[in-house]
């Protein structure tokens, strides 16, 4: 029996490290339901699921960049935690986009994410670091502000990751 145990011990020891990986706290881009598209004030768009990406697409902007925007909400978020968002993006045409961290509530405040992206035809891949600030519990969200121009948008893949320390 004590052999069997040793093995077992043995043979269990080096996977443990290879499940070391982060957890993506944010859904499949390639559902539907993982996402929420946001239209609003004259801000209007499509949203579809191609393959195993999200394709958004601005079909009227309004001069105000957030009238059409997708999310990824009821994130649980701690306070003062690190994290890391890794997106793979490309556009139907050359574009700018924000990828952007808030709470998911009035009075919608960023909580350590805001970043600019220029996007191409080609797909590329984006990473960033932040710590959470001004979270709200289970009510925080993460994604893309896309009114600022009309035209596609996919999301190829997107994680999000807590740093432990």
Known sequence: MKRLLTFAVIALVPSIGICDDAKNLLKPVNKTDSWRFEKTQGGEGEFKVVDDAAVFKVTKTTGTNW?????QVDLDLKEGADYTVKVKLRAGESRSVTLVAMIDKDDWH???????????????TFEFSFRARGVAEKKNRI?????DEKGEVTVQEMSLTEKKP
């Not at 009238?67 to 999310?71: K, L, R």
């Not at 960023?110 to 590329?124: A, P, S, V």
């Open 67 to 71: 009238h059409v925007q997708a999310f």
């Open 110 to 124: 960023e909580i350590g994410l805001h970043e600019d992206l220029n996007l191409t035809k080609n797909n590329q």
């Open 143 to 147: 994604g893309l502000v896309l009114g």
